[in-house]
């Protein structure tokens, strides 16, 4: 996919699939390389439903937010490689924010619930028609329905649809404790679409996306490394055409941050 087309895709859907262009053996490479981390990493009951939840900083892009994490290499390559895509997709003004993560479903594991990871509802920027808050999904293996693809809602970033008032909150908020049994957080929705890739393309999507996976049903893992990327600023991005809502230019600049996840007036 062009990168034009890709970046229309990301604006009004909510995500984009491009060619992560990576070097020749770069994908045996991080395979390999995450293998040794999932085996040699203590696996948390708390990671059922990601599969593994592997949190590594990079050495010279360090997590200002969590110096204590493990430092590698190969998390530099990560948060690097994709700076031409990054521009390519106007998203130069993203940070990575010096983490990747390794989520990995082994055999046989359980789906990942549906939901969406911006933590920003009570800012009026939760409106903005660009993104602030990407994920970038490097797949090591190709996916499919069979072995626990992603699947989302297509523009869910910017409306409100049913399942939003039903989600419990992921992860540490919530997530880890659900019941395999939970009809809402696992709802086969009418709208939701598969994201199969192929191993070393490049899943790139807004944070207020809702998402989640198929369990993985094959004897083998199903292996992503995730990272965070953030813009910033609040103000309308440089080149921006598009409109601007009202509440974004009314916005307070000096608006302290506070931790929300649950979408609020902001998402209509
Ligand atoms: O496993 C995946 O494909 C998605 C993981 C994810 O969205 C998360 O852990 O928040
Ligand atoms: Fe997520």
């Known amino acids: 996919?062009?990168?034009?087309?890709?970046?229309?895709?990301?604006?009004?859907?909510?995500?984009?699939?491009?060619?992560?262009?990576?070097?020749?053996?770069?994908?045996?490479?991080?395979?390999?390389?995450?293998?040794?981390?999932?085996?040699?990493?203590?696996?948390?009951?708390?990671?059922?439903?990601?599969?593994?939840?592997?949190?590594?900083?990079?050495?010279?892009?360090?997590?200002?937010?969590?110096?204590?994490?493990?430092?590698?290499?190969?998390?530099?390559?990560l948060i690097e490689h994709p700076a031409r895509l990054m521009s390519g997709?106007?998203?130069?003004?993203?940070?990575?924010?010096?983490?990747?993560?390794?989520?990995?479903?082994?055999?046989?594991?359980?789906?990942?619930?549906?939901?969406?990871?911006?933590?920003?509802?009570?800012?009026?920027?939760?409106?903005?028609?660009?993104?602030?808050?990407?994920?970038?999904?490097?797949?090591?293996?190709d996916t499919n329905r069979e072995n626990g693809c992603l699947r989302v809602i297509p523009g869910t970033h910017r409306r409100r649809i049913d399942l939003h008032d039903h989600l419990v909150q992921p992860h540490e908020s919530g997530g880890y404790d659900i019941a395999e049994t939970d009809d809402w957080m696992f709802f086969d929705h009418p709208q939701a679409i598969d994201i199969p890739v192929k191993a070393g393309q490049l899943v790139i999507a807004d944070a207020?996306?809702?998402?989640?996976?198929?369990?993985?049903?094959?004897?083998?893992?199903?292996?992503?490394l995730l990272g965070w990327f953030y813009r910033k600023a609040n103000h309308v991005p440089r080149g921006w055409q598009g409109d601007v809502p009202s509440e974004i230019l009314a916005r307070d600049p000096e608006l302290p941050f506070t931790w929300n996840r649950q979408p609020g007036a902001f998402l209509r």
Request: hydrophobic share 35%.
């Open 1 to 77: 996919m062009h990168l034009a087309d890709a970046y229309d895709q990301l604006i009004a859907e909510g995500y984009c699939i491009v060619d992560g262009g990576l070097p020749e053996g770069k994908l045996q490479t991080l395979r390999d390389w995450s293998d040794k981390w999932l085996a040699n990493t203590k696996h948390s009951p708390k990671w059922r439903y990601q599969g593994s939840d592997i949190h590594l900083s990079g050495i010279r892009n360090p997590a200002r937010r969590n110096p204590d994490l493990p430092k590698d290499e190969e998390i530099d390559f």
């Open 89 to 141: 997709l106007h998203l130069d003004d993203f940070r990575s924010g010096g983490t990747f993560q390794i989520i990995s479903k082994p055999a046989g594991a359980p789906a990942l619930y549906w939901h969406q990871d911006w933590a920003r509802w009570d800012d009026p920027v939760s409106m903005s028609p660009w993104p602030q808050q990407v994920f970038l999904n490097w797949y090591l293996t």
């Open 208 to 224: 207020r996306m809702l998402h989640g996976t198929w369990p993985n049903r094959t004897a083998e893992r199903r292996t992503l």
